[in-house]
């Protein structure tokens, strides 16, 4: 008799302020996910405290994390942590109009033992973070190259997952 193991359950989260210009990518990347219809892909936007990020991935087995960045990078540029893999400059993630960052959220996590199993952050340098200057278009070229990409993966992880369930 063979053993089936659960499904992965699968998060996308969006972060960012959609006010605020280039910071609400990470809303823009999860909405375009949501619109996708993705089988078995559950999507969700944090608009506000970064440590909110944390109720948000609590149910997650794999888990998208999109935000925007600024590292003085050209605008559109695409960087992507597998986190605790990879290790997150803190210093990319500085913007947030709280005091806490996704940076620290994740730190945070860390701490309380509340990371998902597989995390992965992209983030996308941003332009202009100025209230009401929408998103540019770089930014939007890489939400779309974001988009593209995780459904790509999500697709890759469920013939996978389909698989080892056989």
Partial sequence: MSVKT???RKLVVGMGNEWRGDDGVGLLVARRLRARALAGVTVCE???DPTRLLEAWANGDLVYLID???SGREPGTVRRWDVPTDSLDEKVFRL???GATVADAVELA???KGLPPRLVIFGIEGKCFRMGCGVSPKVQR???QIADRIERELRE???AETMSLR
């Fill in 96 to 98: 947030s109009t709280h």
């Fill in 157 to 159: 992880a469920a013939a």
């Fill in 110 to 112: 860390r701490v309380l």
């Fill in 46 to 48: 944090v608009r506000d």
């Fill in 6 to 8: 659960q499904a992965a």
């Fill in 68 to 70: 925007a960045v600024s």
């Fill in 142 to 144: 890489g939400a779309e």
